[in-house]
């Protein structure tokens, strides 16, 4: 039997007929050095294309803008992209190398769901069918981002089910998993960077990342690599290189990797994320407590993640995903805190969050709270223009030594570091959004002198 | 046929673990330090990064950063005294000794909104202070009163249906 390699190919790299030329190409190369490929494609190009996943997305809103398709359905919509690119494709590499290709929706090769709608999670890969057609020499072409859920209540033979965005890379390192195969992600950058090419030109391709540093990447905001499909690759040790489809680049290699005490700090790259910042004025040192815990139940109630939590008596700070705004703007315009104990005149206290400029919803609740005791307004502040960039490093001590650094170099260019979170492989700052670029060009030009200098290493040299 | 891998077929384990909190560990011994620095947002990063470079060159391993107005808090791994910290950075810090971090850990944790939220309320319905906390793509953690770690494990391993280690 032939060894296995899987091939995934993203949306922007099957989007023209040239493209996909290009693409069969990297197959049938992959077959003359002897690999059984199994192909992974997403959908056809970006949002306006006819086949995107966007464009069906914009399709189903276009019928009731006020009413949002039930989610089976929209799943069925959704993984239509994929069925017309594994369709196409392996006709196209069929016509480009004479060989034979099948291609496979992705519940007929074997990927089994939950029934989560949209998001769904992988429960297994049965990947007998996929060998059956490896040993009848076909090349599989596999639709990415899609399953097919267990068999329901009343008979039902399983749902077509979708993965969330980005889950073709998923469905590439599941089928790795199963199938014990590398997993080759084809992408329009040459491979891992130091960072984003379009603001760093300078930017490094790496040799080498390990599982845990492309997860905190990807954790972190760069988009090489889908955040879900890396934590994959890391749980179930699978082997990734991500490259470019029109490039000889070798591409970076993504395997496990230990950090290995005493060694110096290895760094991997600089990544950045919009994000939305909020704070909490407590206007006095006992409700703080209480406060925080409401605003957590209504974050958690809104189904916000936060990050960057920092808590002192008088302030409560953390920051959301940029898209969160809304909902958490939602959410804390005029939240109410009552306090359980009477102030020495014995009013009782109502606190109420309030935005700047004030709200009808905070000026309404507050003419309520009267009858109850003492309205207190807590101001808040949201706002959309903070960003967070960070060091991904895989051998960090300490983070002190990098965070002193970071300091340092965003300070020369007097940018204002509002807070700061480390984990064993990053540092991040908070800074204000128009200096995020700027940010992180400092910090990967300070990253790559100290490299120079024999003081910290790229993480592929320290591999 | 290459082998397939038995927990792939379901036998085991799923591809994907459930999305929930998967385990809860726990780091003692660690202290709690805050350190007075410039008020001033610009040069209280240069103090603040002078602070840091001490403590890296002295081999000490801190971690859970947070800088504030006028001051900076973090959490020393290992036995030091007040004493050790200030005779390092040659100026005085506030110490709070025998503190715990405790770090839920999940795979999926991006799809788990408000664990954070969920753990700070247990916490504190379980009269226990939270001094700090942080998070990163499959953890999140709290710096607690170390005396109160066993309580905090079992509130945590209650909360999140899942056994402390």
């Known amino acids: ?463 | 046929m290459p082998a397939v891998k038995p927990s792939l077929l379901g036998i085991k384990e799923p591809v994907e673990q459930e999305r929930r909190v998967e385990q809860i560990v726990s780091t003692e011994r660690v202290c709690h330090v805050t350190v007075d620095i410039a008020p001033r947002p610009l040069e209280a990063q240069v103090d603040a990064a002078s602070v840091l470079e001490t403590l890296d060159q002295a081999g000490i391993k801190i971690s859970l950063l947070k800088i504030h107005q006028g001051f900076m808090d973090f959490i020393v791994e290992g036995d030091y005294s007040k004493r050790d910290l200030e005779r390092v950075l040659q100026r005085p810090v506030q110490f709070k000794s025998n503190c715990a971090i405790v770090t839920l850990k999940s795979d999926s944790m991006r799809y788990l909104h408000g664990i954070m939220a969920a753990a700070v309320q247990a916490l504190y319905n379980a009269d226990i202070e939270v001094y700090e906390t942080g998070d990163s793509y499959d953890s999140v953690s709290v710096v607690i009163d170390g005396k109160k770690l066993p309580r905090a494990l079992k509130t945590l391993a209650q909360r999140f249906k899942v056994e402390a280690v």
């Not at chain 1, 016509?95 to 074997?110: E, K, S």
């Not at chain 1, 069918?129 to 209540?153: K, L, M, N, T, W």
């Not at chain 1, 400029?357 to 009858?371: G, V």
């Open chain 1, 1 to 463: 039997m032939k060894k296995i390699i899987v091939q995934k190919f993203g949306g922007t790299s099957v989007s023209s007929a040239r493209k996909r030329v290009e693409a069969a190409q990297r197959v049938l190369e992959a077959r003359r050095s002897g690999y059984a490929p199994v192909v992974v494609v997403s959908a056809m190009g970006r949002r306006g294309d006819p086949y995107a996943t966007d464009t069906f997305i914009d399709l189903a809103r276009s019928i009731d803008p006020e009413r949002e398709m039930e989610k089976r359905e929209l799943d069925l919509l959704l993984a239509c992209g994929e069925l017309v690119s594994i369709a196409v494709m392996a006709h196209t590499i069929r016509c480009v190398g004479d060989v034979d290709t099948i291609a496979l929706p992705g519940g007929q090769a074997g990927i089994v769901t939950d029934r989560e709608f949209g998001n769904a999670r992988i429960l297994r890969v049965d990947p007998a069918y996929i060998h059956d057609c490896i040993r009848r020499g076909q090349i599989v072409i596999v639709a990415g981002f899609q399953g097919i859920s267990e068999p329901g209540a009343k008979g039902e033979h399983g749902a077509v089910t979708t993965l969330g965005r980005g889950g073709s890379d998923a469905t590439a390192v599941a089928l790795g998993a199963a199938l014990n195969a590398p997993v080759e992600i084809y992408t329009d950058v040459e491979g891992v960077l130091t960072a984003d090419p379009n603001v760093v030109p300078d930017a490094r391709v790496l040799k080498t990342i390990s599982h845990a540093e492309i997860c905190e990447m990807a954790h972190l905001g760069a988009k090489v690599v889908q955040a879900r499909a890396a934590v994959l690759a890391r749980r179930h040790n699978v082997r990734v290189w991500v490259k470019s489809p029109s490039s000889e680049s070798a591409g970076t290699e993504v395997r496990r990797l230990e950090p290995a005490p005493g060694r110096k700090t290895s760094v991997a790259g600089v990544s950045q994320v919009p994000v939305a910042y909020v704070a909490v004025h407590v206007p006095d040192e006992r409700a703080s407590r209480l406060i925080e815990l409401e605003t957590y139940r209504a974050m958690q109630e809104a189904n916000v993640a936060i990050h960057f939590t920092s808590v002192t008596t008088n302030k409560i700070e953390f920051v959301v995903a940029r898209d969160a705004m809304p909902d958490v703007q939602q959410v804390l315009d005029g939240l109410t805190v009552f306090d359980a104990e009477e102030s020495p005149s014995g009013q009782r206290r109502v606190y109420i969050l309030r935005p700047n400029p004030p709200s009808p919803r905070f000026r309404a609740q507050q003419r309520l709270a009267r009858n109850l005791g003492t309205p207190v307004p807590v101001p808040i502040t949201i706002s959309g223009r903070s960003s967070v960039v960070s060091i991904v490093a895989g051998n960090m001590p300490s983070p002190a030594g990098v965070m002193s650094a970071v300091f340092r170099a965003l300070r020369q260019h007097d940018i204002h570091i509002l807070q700061v979170a480390d984990s064993t492989y990053s540092v991040s700052c908070l800074v204000p959004e128009e200096d995020a670029l700027t940010a992180v060009r400092a910090l990967h030009a300070m990253m790559m002198d100290k490299v120079q200098a024999g003081e910290w290493t790229l993480t592929d040299q320290s591999a």
